[in-house]
C-alpha cells in the first residue's frame, strides 16, 4: 500500500507535487488556533480531501502545470476564506495595518466581500481547467471546450448553491447561518452565481486573445 502510493507520488510531476504540499501546509497553517472549530470540518474537509486525492487523480488524468496553479491558487483563497468562514475575514484589519485605510470604507462595501472575490476567482482560475479537461479527456475542439467550461463554472456554482441551501434546511439556524455567509442579502446565491459566470467570461476572453497571439 505504502509502495503504491509511492509510486503514485513519484509520477506526478515534481513542480505540481510542491503546489500539492503547499496546499496542505496552508490547509493546517489556517487551523491554527481557528476561530471558528465547529465550522472548520465543513469548510476545510473537502479540500483536505482533495489534496490527498490529488496525486492519484493527476496521475490517471494529467494536466499542466499552469492548470494545476490555477486549481491550486483558488484553493488557497478558499482554505484562507475557510479560516474565517468568509464572512469574517479580516481584511479591512489588515489593509488598515499596511496602508493606513480600510477597503470597504474606501470602495463603500456595506458587507464583508472576500466571498465574492472567491466566487469571481472560481469562475476566472477554474475555466482554463474545465476547458484543458474537456480538450484532453472528452475529445472536445478549442470552440466547444471553451463553452463547456463556461457551462460547467454555471453548473457547478448551482449545485453548490443547491448544497448550502439543503444545508440551511438540516443545519442549526446558525451554523447554517454561518456556513451560508449570506449577511442578511436575500439574492446573495444569484449575486454569487453571476460573479463566478463574469470571471468565467473574462477567462474565455483572455484565453481567446492568448490563443490568438500564439496561432
Known amino acids: 500500500m505504502i509502495s503504491g502510493a509511492a509510486s503514485v507520488w513519484k509520477a506526478v510531476p515534481v513542480a ?19 476561530p471558528y472549530p465547529e465550522l472548520a470540518p465543513l469548510q476545510h474537509g473537502p479540500t483536505v480531501l482533495l489534496a490527498l486525492a ?24 478558499h ?19 499596511v496602508s493606513g485605510h480600510d477597503i470597504s470604507g474606501t470602495f463603500g462595501f456595506a458587507r464583508n466581500g472576500y466571498d465574492r472575490l472567491v466566487h469571481f476567482a472560481f469562475g476566472a482560475l477554474l475555466t482554463a481547467p474545465f476547458a484543458q479537461a474537456a480538450r484532453r479527456y472528452g475529445a472536445l475542439r478549442t470552440g466547444w471546450s471553451l463553452t463547456f467550461a463556461f457551462v460547467a463554472v454555471g453548473f457547478v456554482g448551482a449545485i453548490y448553491e ?54
Open 162 to 215: 443547491i448544497f448550502e441551501w439543503l444545508l440551511s434546511v438540516v443545519a442549526a439556524g446558525q451554523t447554517a447561518d454561518w456556513y451560508n455567509g449570506q449577511q442578511g442579502d436575500m439574492w446573495d446565491p444569484q449575486k454569487d452565481m453571476g460573479i463566478a459566470q463574469l470571471g468565467s467570461l473574462l477567462a474565455l476572453i483572455w484565453l481567446r486573445f492568448a490563443r490568438q497571439g500564439q496561432a
Open 16 to 34: 505540481q507535487r510542491r503546489m500539492i504540499l503547499l496546499l496542505i501546509a496552508a490547509i493546517v497553517a489556517a487551523n491554527i488556533d481557528q
Open 79 to 97: 482554505t484562507l476564506g475557510g479560516r474565517y468562514i468568509y464572512s469574517y475575514v479580516p481584511y479591512d484589519i489588515w489593509a488598515r495595518a
Open 54 to 77: 490529488a496525486p492519484w487523480l493527476l496521475r490517471r488524468w494529467p494536466l499542466s502545470n499552469g492548470i494545476v496553479g490555477c486549481i491550486l491558487l483558488f484553493l488557497l483563497l
